[in-house]
């Protein structure tokens, strides 16, 4: 383990070395701050693990954080692109950021906070919390979800082929996930909880329906997978149960915060099955005097409120209430 920098008090100690994590820092950097990015993985660890071909919805333009441009070649820029820009703004911003090193507890010491982590302990006027949600997937909670053949991240479709796929679910990732594994030789089903294919970019969506429609993927609506097994799947639809033979079945349904850990740190959540963290939206900061909330994580279980486009500025946010103390 690293020597303690107990000795030096920073003013904001950053947990999450995401877009927001970063543009945090540069917003701490800018106001004459000192401060430290602590990320668990590598930089900009979520969007490393999104997809290898995803292209996001938003354009370059908002996506920048600190000023800094962000050129693609693309109408909108792709995950490899984005990788590349965030690098960078790291880079020329000269940011202060710790890669694999995983924050395992915060607490209160008296006017100050002690952040612990696997590499050494830090102690910091403020903290901000901008830990996005994508490491947590949301469970089917049904018998066969502990085999290997369950995926709950997707990378590439080229793994897919010739392999019967069941993809669960409706929005973006379960459009993206059908329709690549389709097209490079897999085949294809979707059960889909509700009525309808749900929230897709609308340059994927006519794709989908598409295909479903002339029966190049197979579609099963108002149905939920009910039980895995090695070779085959059961779905329960509206006209009873169905087995089908089966290879990998991809649980596209979600993701959540790290909500045991928010509880574990004394951050209020609502009651309710959202499980909103408790923040003022002034300021972003929580029930915590000082500890503040940044990006995706303010959400709880509304994973598709906050994006970066409109999350980045909580960063000028919480360092105005930061500066104004």
Known sequence: MRD????????????????????????????????????????????????????????????EIGGFPFPSIHPKPNRSEALEYYRRVADIGELNIRLFEEVTGISREGELYLTNTSKGSYQSRYVILATGFYDIPNMLAIPGEDLPKVKH???????????????????????????????????????????????????????????????????????????????????????G?????????????????????????????SDDFYRHPYHNPETMETNLPGLYLAGVVCGGMETHVWFIENSREHAVKIVKHIVAK
């Open 4 to 63: 303690s920098t107990l000795n030096n008090t920073l003013d904001i100690l950053i947990v999450g070395g995401g877009p927001i994590g970063l543009a945090c820092g540069l917003e701490a950097k800018k106001a004459g701050l000192s401060y430290q990015i602590i990320e668990k993985g590598t930089i900009t660890n979520s969007l490393f693990n999104y997809p290898l071909n995803m292209t996001f919805f938003s354009t370059a333009d908002r996506l």
């Open 153 to 239: 991240y997707y990378y590439d479709p080229h793994y897919y082929y010739k392999q019967k796929i069941v993809v669960v679910g409706a929005n973006n990732s379960s459009a993206d996930v059908a329709l690549e594994t389709w097209r490079k030789g897999a085949d294809v089903t979707m059960v889909v909880r509700e009525g309808e294919l749900g929230r897709i970019k609308y340059w994927i969506k006519p794709d989908l329906e598409n295909r479903i429609a002339e029966g190049s993927i197979k579609a099963y609506f108002n149905s939920s997978l009910t039980e895995i097994r090695e070779q085959e799947v059961d779905i329960q639809t509206p006209e």
């Open 241 to 269: 149960k169905v087995t089908i033979p089966n290879d990998f079945v991809m649980a596209m349904t979600g993701y959540q915060p790290n909500f045991a850990f928010l509880e574990r740190i004394g951050v209020k959540l």
